[in-house]
């Protein structure tokens, strides 16, 4: 065939794509669009819109393709994976191409992973949703996706047809399902909801009702009757739009209301894997004293560097509050953009931009200062990016990076310190009503010491200020070095409370007494929380170094309208009377709460198939290779991508995985065997108990490996939990050779419970992944 008879065949299969059909082609574009505006509050500024309007155009481009060049809906799909990935660097991933338009490794990558995990990270990080990069692949991903079919229905379904009113239901869905998805992925402030919802119903009824009678023969007939209709059926939307419209504006709920996936979602950050930071404060006095951990240029004289906040109590440890305990007090860890909001109750102070260098210091904490209101990486080791792995707590004003702040991390915040009111302001300003998370295991001598300091003020200010100063008063500073006066042991819990209150003379640190002032404030209703950072520099200029000398702590307490209001409880004073002194005793070591269980999440999964060589037949002429056989070859290429480039991500991610659990001290090399044997349970379909132990867990895991006939050992599980234990909390060393004795039967039982499970059950567990944290041991 000529190029003419084709461009001929072609002009005549438009011509035949009646002008209705391009209304409902142009109907759906501008409703779906509605619906993606809805993405505005989680994605903040235009870029979704490009992104969504370039899925709608891309989707919308190759189902016309499709039927002009009357390809098989295989062969139509598998074009549209091919320009999902050849334009999606320009539409969503712009900063990742070359001119913002090439596609680069990295841009391919992020695209694949974004289609995959996108939408489950869209609900569980804080909006705007501004990193990880491939976030923004959602809006492209759900409108091309939608464009693609809505528009193959339209063009491929005759509208005369007798299911019309399905054909116009199914073309309708598409622009709904984005309508919706914009709502759950969102936030509760929605982006001009009643204007947009009124809008979609107005245009779309009328489209309808169009569209309805159309089909019908004997009305379409009538010309008069048809405008009779058409106009009747007009007035009777426009009533129902504006009565519909002024009920809305009447009965709307209030945004508490709004129902948003991302808040019945847990986020994926639990500090309770990490311990607990104020039980190692000695580490930082004593091991660290000379070492340089990181510097701060541009620091305001006397700014307290802050490093982490804890507002929970369990008769041990003060803990940075976890999912299962959250509330409006403690806030919660999210994964941010570069610019941070600011938290509720707050009074705005001064503000500052310091850039962080980090030596020696080695944790997930970053230190900050104040509230950020903007973070930018400048370098990091290794290959994780930072900005995929920050959380922030912007309510208690802590940073944390759980792939570790350490040696070659530089990174500048801007950061808004909290104005402080002096005393005579705060006179008659109650403190603030919030809700905090539990205290408990409190020694009954704190009740008593919080009255009897507390006195006999009616003033807030007054009773918190008083409890300082008699802590202050009657309290001796010792970090229990050898150089020190006085001997003095660590820790927070109960135990150490009481010796603290009860023996003559008071001995202790910061550790000791802001905990002993929170319990003390929490006693009297107060909402208080211990802060755990590195003291001010009084040589604000040029770039100040600090070591471990420089760790302290403090108490925050809330008032009303105002903010978190710092107190300094420890004493200055290191000249106790050593004729009272008792013995020190051992100085236990940091603790941390065992972690919950996250059950994996499982994902709609492909099967992968094997596909056959086909050898071409030779020919006698001279080869040409016809043109259908560029369109299988790169289909077969992008079907095979799309089900083997996301089991390899998984894989990768999984050794990676193993890895980390695999080093560090024996003990936690032996609990990593563990978790890693519970996520690879998990990702064959095994249900794990959220909160568990590790005993209750192997119960749980060999229960149902029986239900489902999979020979397990009764004591396999059991015997692994056992050992795990031992290894963490028996407090002796844990050598290499028992450590890798747990790892190699925790593989013999995977395995043999993998080739049990069966076939299909270990492909779908290839692209699962478990997301659980290692537990760490202390």
């Known amino acids: 065939m000529t190029a003419a008879a084709t461009a001929t065949t072609r002009a005549v299969r438009v011509s035949a794509i009646t002008a209705s059909v391009w209304t409902d082609v142009v109907v759906f574009a501008v409703l779906t669009l509605i619906g993606v505006l809805g993405f505005a509050p989680a994605f903040g500024p235009l870029g979704y819109l490009v992104a969504g309007i370039g899925g709608l155009v891309v989707g919308a481009a190759v189902a016309v393709v499709g039927v002009l060049l009357r390809l098989s809906v295989l062969i139509t799909s598998l074009i549209a ?37 996108g939408w489950s990270d869209a609900v569980t990080l804080r909006a705007p949703l501004e990193a990880p990069p491939y ?12 464009s693609l079919v809505c528009v193959s229905i339209a063009l491929r379904w005759p509208a005369g047809s007798k299911r019309a009113t ?10 709904v399902l984005v309508f919706l998805a914009a709502i759950l992925l969102g936030t509760r402030d929605p982006f001009y909801a009643g204007m947009r919802g009124v809008l979609f119903a107005a245009i779309a009824l009328c489209w309808l009702g169009w569209r309805i009678r159309l089909s019908k023969r004997s009305i379409a007939a009538d010309p008069g009757l048809t405008r009779k209709a058409i106009a009747g059926s007009a007035v009777v939307v426009l009533v129902a739009v504006v009565i519909g419209g002024a009920a809305g504006i009447v009965t709307a709920p209030s945004s508490s209301s709004r129902l948003v996936v991302r808040d019945a979602v847990q986020p994926p950050f639990d ?110 080791p290794g290959d994780t ?56 295991n409190v020694p009954d001598v704190v009740a008593t010491k919080a009255e009897q300091y507390a006195g006999g003020s009616a003033s807030a200010i007054q009773k918190l200020r008083n409890i300082e100063r008699s802590l202050k008063k009657l309290g001796y500073l010792s970090h229990g070095r050898a150089s ?39 006693h009297l209703g107060y909402p208080v ?51 009272q002194t008792v013995k020190p005793k051992l100085q236990p070591q940091p603790q941390v709460r065992q972690p919950p269980n996250t059950p994996p999440k499982a994902d709609d999964l492909l099967t992968p198939v094997k ?23 790169g289909g077969v290429l992008v079907v095979l991508l799309a089900i083997f480039v996301p089991m390899l991500i998984v894989t990768l991610r999984k050794s990676r995985r193993r890895k980390r659990r695999a080093r560090g001290p024996g003990d936690r090399q032996a609990a990593g065997a563990w978790d890693e044997l519970v996520d690879r349970f998990g990702e064959l379909g095994f249900r794990v108990p959220p909160v568990a132990t590790r005993s209750q867990t192997a119960s749980a895991l060999t229960t149902q490996s029986g239900q489902q006939g999979i020979p397990l050992e009764a004591e396999a599980l059991h015997g692994l939990a056992a050992d795990a234990d031992a290894a963490v909390f028996d407090g002796t060393v844990v050598g290499a050779e028992r450590s890798a004795n747990v790892w190699d039967r925790v593989d013999a039982v995977v395995q043999s419970v993998s080739n049990s499970a069966g076939w299909l059950r270990r492909r779908i567990a290839s692209y699962r992944f478990a997301r659980r944290r290692s537990t760490s041991s202390v």
Request: charged share 15%.
């Open 385 to 440: 990016d930072p900005t995929t792995t920050v959380r922030v707590n912007t309510t208690t004003g802590t940073t944390a990076v759980t792939s570790g702040v350490s040696r070659g991390l530089s990174y500048t915040i801007n950061a808004t310190a909290q104005k402080i009111p002096n005393d005579k302001a705060l006179k008659n300003v109650p403190v603030a009503s919030i809700a905090m998370p539990s205290v408990t």
């Open 135 to 146: 976030i923004a692949v959602v809006p492209y991903a759900t409108t091309l996706l939608v």
């Open 484 to 522: 020190d006066p006085v001997p003095s042991r660590a820790g927070e819990g109960a135990d150490r409370m009481s010796d603290l209150l009860q023996k003559t003379p008071m001995v202790g640190d910061q550790e000791q007494y802001t905990s002993a002032f929170a319990l003390m404030a929490r």
């Open 529 to 579: 929380r211990v802060v755990m950072g590195f003291k001010g520099h009084t040589d604000g200029k040029g770039t100040v170094t600090y070591t471990g000398d420089d760790i302290t702590a403090w108490d925050e307490v809330a008032f009303q309208g105002v903010g978190w209001v710092p107190f300094f409880p420890t004493p200055t004073k290191t000249d106790a009377p050593k004729d």
């Open 81 to 117: 994976v091919g320009a999902y990935f050849v334009f999606g660097t320009a539409l969503a991933l712009p900063a990742e191409g070359i001119a913002g338009i090439v596609p680069t490794p990295t841009s391919l990558l992020d695209l694949a992973t974004g289609s995959v995990f």
């Open 271 to 380: 500090p309770l894997e990490y311990p607990a930071p104020l039980a190692g404060f000695r580490k930082y006095t004593n091991d660290l004293q000379k070492t340089k951990l990181f510097t701060a240029t541009n620091l305001p004289s006397g700014t307290l560097v802050r490093l982490a906040t804890m507002d929970a109590y369990d008769g041990v440890v003060w803990s940075v509050t976890g999912p299962g305990e959250q509330t409006n007090g403690s806030g919660s860890f999210e994964l941010l953009g570069s610019s941070i909001p600011a938290p509720s109750l707050f009074t705005a102070g001064a503000t500052t931009t310091t850039k962080f260098t980090i030596l020696g210091y080695d944790n997930v904490w970053m230190p900050n200062l104040g509230y950020v209101d903007k973070l930018t990486f400048d370098s990091h």
């Open 166 to 175: 399905l054909r116009a239901a199914l073309i309708l869905a598409g622009p």
């Open 611 to 633: 596909t056959k060589d086909s050898k071409l037949p030779t020919d006698k002429h001279a080869f040409v290779l016809p043109t259908w056989a560029y369109y299988v070859g």
